[in-house]
């Protein structure tokens, strides 16, 4: 009697601390994990060609990294042109160079106007396929930790480039006592003023804090460890990328690279005596064969020359009040900001696939690497902005779209 009560004493305490099981919903639509551009981007194709879909989203919003990650002074670098969604332009009245404002006004319209509607706070936690139901199961975590199990035949990964921030670990980083950030929590240099900061990384971010940093008065420094091209924003009256984009239809990407280089020798002078060395690779030979985007110059450079700006190479280890250089430099700081970008995070959570390499990006080259094996797409991941994820939420559909007709109609 006394064990019988054990027992049922032990299946009462399971009940009671194991989770629940989770729920579980087929959906006859294609699931889409991301609610930022790239998975608004396709929703609205799908929809448009009369596909419904379903979108899991982490955060409780749609384009989270726009909204909370974003410093404020942002504008999005290339002309608005180049950086719409699917079927819908920019209003006229927005600038070339719409702010972070403006550009989270178009996509709130966008979901608007083409009725999507994501479900927040669904964290995808993993995802395979399931032969025996030739469909992909796909497993959050949702309010509260409840459980939950999607399955459809189609899985569309949305998640982007920019799902988690990269964070190198430099030695010595217990023993620095000022502040340490990433940029995804810096908003201006307000907070910094007076005071002498470090920018780790030479990209666009980087680049553009620093230059913020100065309009607060900040003493800003940046960390170029490696080579870099800078160009200026815009070249003859228009936009470097608009003109390359315009040149490569007629030469071949080589000699484009050499146009681009000499303009910019002739209006920003040679980089490397600040510090700015040039990879021996063009700009945009560079930008396909490692996605490595170039820095187009808002006004740093000049900074730079000035000296209002100091250029360091790369960081051998912190200190407790500053920093030691590899080149054997020590300078004090009162804060360090990483402009180190994001990463995928797709491998983490999408298992059962050749389709992603390990650094989370598709295995193809563009412009194939949309589509994978047994219903799987990835739309977001070219290391091309707004206008790779385009082209991508175009094919995704073309796609779909076929076999939708073939099932449903």
């Known amino acids: 009697m006394g064990h019988l009560k054990e027992v049922e004493g032990k ?6 601390v194991s989770p629940p099981p989770p729920s579980i919903t087929w959906v006859e639509e294609p699931i889409i994990v991301g609610a930022g551009p790239s998975g608004l981007a396709v929703a609205a194709c799908l929809r448009q060609k009369g596909v419904p879909s379903l979108i899991l989203e982490r955060a409780s919003c749609t384009a989270a990294l726009w909204r909370t990650k974003t410093y404020d002074r942002l504008q999005l670098h290339l002309p608005k042109r180049f950086c719409e969604l699917p079927l819908l332009p920019f209003p006229d009245h927005f600038p070339t160079y719409p702010s972070k404002v403006q550009f989270i006004a178009y996509l709130d319209d966008y979901a608007s106007r083409f009725r999507l509607a994501p479900v927040f706070n669904r964290t995808v936690v993993g995802a395979e396929f399931d032969g025996s139901v030739q469909a992909w199961r796909v497993k959050a975590a949702g309010p509260k930790g409840h459980r939950e199990e999607y399955i459809s035949k189609w899985l569309i990964v949305a998640s982007g480039e920019n799902a988690e921030e990269h964070v190198p670990v430099f030695e010595g980083s217990g023993e620095f ?8 929590s810096y908003k201006s240099g307000e907070a910094f003023k007076g005071k002498s900061v470090l920018v780790v990384g030479c990209g666009n971010s980087g680049m553009e804090v620093c230059l913020d940093l100065c309009n607060y008065d900040a003493k800003p420094s940046i960390v170029v460890r490696d080579s870099v091209h800078v160009l200026p924003k815009e070249m003859l009256g228009r936009s470097t990328f608009g003109l390359s984009m315009w040149l490569l ?3 071949p990407i080589s000699l484009v690279d050499q146009f681009l280089l000499l303009v910019s020798h002739l209006m920003l002078g040679n980089t490397a005596k600040y510090g700015l060395l040039r990879p021996k690779l063009g700009p945009l030979q560079l930008k396909n064969l490692t996605g490595k985007t170039p820095v ?4 740093t450079l000049p900074k730079i020359r000035k000296g209002d700006i100091k250029v360091y190479s790369g960081i051998k280890r912190l200190r407790c009040d500053g920093v030691e250089f590899v080149d054997g430099k020590v300078e004090s700081f009162d804060a360090i900001i990483l402009a180190t970008g994001y990463r995928s995070n797709a491998l983490t959570w999408l298992k059962g696939t050749d389709m992603f390499h390990h650094d989370g990006y598709p295995s193809k080259p563009y412009p194939e690497g949309w589509k994978g094996k047994q219903g799987l797409y990835a739309v977001g991941f070219t290391r091309r902005g707004l206008l790779g994820a385009s082209h991508n939420a175009r094919k995704i559909t073309e ?7 073939a099932n449903y109609n």
């Open 11 to 16: 299946r009462l305490h399971d009940r009671l």
């Open 177 to 184: 006592e000022g502040k340490i950030i990433h940029t995804s």
């Open 249 to 251: 239809k007629w030469l």
């Open 296 to 299: 187009l110059d808002v006004g």
């Open 399 to 405: 796609d779909i779209e076929k076999q939708w007709k």
